[in-house]
T-cell receptor, first 117, second 114 residues
Framework: GAVVSQHPSWVICKSGTSVKIECRSL??????MFWYRQFPKQSLMLMAT?????????EQGVEKDKFLINHASLTLSTLTVTSAHPEDSSFYIC?????????????FGAGSRLTVL | KQEVTQIPAALSVPEGENLVLNCSFT??????LQWFRQDPGKGLTSLLL?????REQTSGRLNASLDKSSGRSTLYIAASQPGDSATYLC?????????????FGPGTSLSVIP
């Protein structure tokens, strides 16, 4: 079945540094991937849609210069949190659509927990 | 604007009980509704996907129903087990969007007591 892998699964960094999170589709090609963030005890909120070979589309209120998204290949999208601050600490999850399974099914990664000190 | 709510926010039941989780959405124009399970600190596991034309889906002890006209879905868990303890999220894919956007509810935290 479709598998989406995220790396790292958790990361701790100092305030002001940048952190990159990878989202890979392991056994299928994904022209579109989605990035979500989840604050403690809250639901997932869509941050942006990552499109292979083009610019990402950000949801309202999400700073594109803060959360850089690169979808350089059909199996990899990266989210870089630039100049991270403690308020960026969150759980980040990506998802991708496996075209073999139809337009309605999204496969989610296991998530990456970011803690900014 | 589509909004998704879930009731109850938390639920604690003894092992063996049957239980129902509720999900409501404000706009019936959806492609599908999906139920997920999330274990603490982990990602999402898809449980059941109901297309807008369907009324229900079943997988093992799980049964999900969809009443699109009233904007409701229920997830029925039969003979609950401690291993069912997790947060259950429902999510809808709205029509009229150009992306595969999914809008999540806040989740129901389930604890099954041995």
């Amino acid at each position: 079945g479709a598998v989406v892998s995220q790396h790292p699964s958790w990361v701790i960094c100092k305030s002001g540094t940048s952190v990159k999170i990878e989202c890979r589709s392991l056994d299928f090609q994904a022209t579109t991937m989605f990035w979500y963030r989840q604050f403690p005890k809250q639901s997932l909120m869509l941050m942006a849609t990552s499109n292979e070979g083009s610019k990402a589309t950000y949801e309202q209120g999400v700073e594109k210069d803060k959360f850089l998204i690169n979808h350089a290949s059909l199996t990899l999208s990266t989210l870089t949190v630039t100049s991270a601050h403690p308020e960026d600490s969150s759980f980040y999850i990506c998802s991708a659509r496996d075209p073999r399974r139809g337009a309605n099914v999204l496969t989610f990664g296991a998530g990456s927990r970011l803690t900014v000190l | 604007k589509q909004e998704v709510t879930q009731i109850p926010a938390a639920l604690s039941v003894p092992e063996g009980e049957n239980l129902v989780l509720n999900c409501s959405f404000t706009d019936s124009a959806i492609y599908n509704l999906q139920w997920f399970r999330q274990d603490p600190g982990k990602g999402l596991t898809s449980l059941l996907l109901i297309q807008s034309s369907q009324r229900e889906q079943t997988s093992g002890r799980l049964n999900a129903s969809l009443d699109k006209s009233s904007g409701r879905s229920t997830l029925y868990i039969a003979a609950s087990q401690p291993g069912d303890s997790a947060t259950y999220l429902c999510a809808v894919r709205p029509m009229g969007t150009s992306y595969d956007k999914v809008i999540f509810g806040p989740g129901t935290s389930l604890s099954v007591i041995p």
